[in-house]
């Protein structure tokens, strides 16, 4: 899986989750989740239909299982949020680059929920 970056001090971790997921520039996930500002999960969810992967119904609590493939949501002590994708044990961090564990700038954040993620063969790029 190739991550795919948001610009620094931007509100796009959300639509470069789904260009990660998707393989698709930046600016394509944008115009495909329909905002350039924050995302929501429904916007996240119908973005990932309109690319032909399939999602869970809702967020549910905590983290998923290592094999699988989620989107995770952080939040801080306050109102921040921030997605990430999780995939194979891995963080693929829009802000940050991919890690084993948990990226340093998200240390004092915690997963409040993931939605999980259905890759294909073709779409688990995760050897590349």
């Not at 931007?10 to 495909?32: D, K, M, Y």
């Not at 998200?106 to 779409?123: F, G, I, M, P």
Request: net charge positive; proline share 3%; glycine share 10%.
């Amino acid at each position: 899986m190739r991550l795919i970056r948001q610009a620094p001090g931007s509100n796009h971790c959300g639509q470069a989750c789904i260009a990660t997921l998707g393989q698709l520039t930046l600016e394509a996930a944008i115009e495909l989740v329909g905002t350039r500002g924050k995302t929501a999960t429904r916007h996240l969810k119908a973005a990932l239909g309109k690319l032909g992967i399939k999602c869970g119904d809702r967020r549910v609590r905590g983290m998923p299982d290592k094999d699988e493939t989620a989107l995770l949501f952080w939040k801080d002590g306050g109102t921040k949020g921030h997605w990430t994708v999780w995939h194979k044990g891995k963080y693929y961090d829009p802000l940050a680059g991919v890690f084993r564990k948990v990226p340093r700038w998200l240390e004092n954040s915690r997963v409040t929920s993931h939605l999980k993620v259905e890759l294909n063969a073709t779409q688990d790029m995760s050897t590349m």
